[in-house]
């Protein structure tokens, strides 16, 4: 009788440990998800941490060039370079071409120079949503994937992201 509670209790050990084994070997960790959803994941904690991007001394430095490319990229996107200066104010500046080159997006990095200096020359004048077109189709048809860059400088920088 106490060979067979003795094997009885073998075999559940294995079950749990194998059924253990599965549930944490099968879940992915941050890094593994695809770029999208690690992009999304650290926007969203990135946007708890800074209050939506409002107040940038909540984030690392690593942390400005992820929310900086991220924003510009939604922004930009959604209603071009003035959509991005009329929502962001000039929180991001005086950062947004260092951070496009931090991340390797050197077409970017280009036509935020160009919309900067646009911006700056032109920013009390109506017509500056016209001035911007010229950057915002540029953006457009750029070939750096920003988000994806994004995505690459968080794994290199992983400690500074908490992934």
Known sequence: MKEKVSIVI???TIIVLVLVSCFFLGKKSICEKDNLSLFEHILDKLNSKSDFGSDLS???DKEKVFMSMA???QEVNNGGF??????TGDRYND???SSAEAVKAYDVADICRKALAV???HSEQSDVMEELEECDDAFYKSEDAIYELCVRYAKENREYFGL
Request: no cysteine; hydrophobic share 60%.
């Open 71 to 73: 924003l510009l990229e």
């Open 58 to 60: 909540r984030l690392n």
């Open 95 to 97: 950062i947004l071409v």
């Open 82 to 87: 003035d959509q991005f200066f009329l929502n």
């Open 10 to 12: 073998f075999i559940a």
């Open 119 to 121: 911006y700056a020359e």
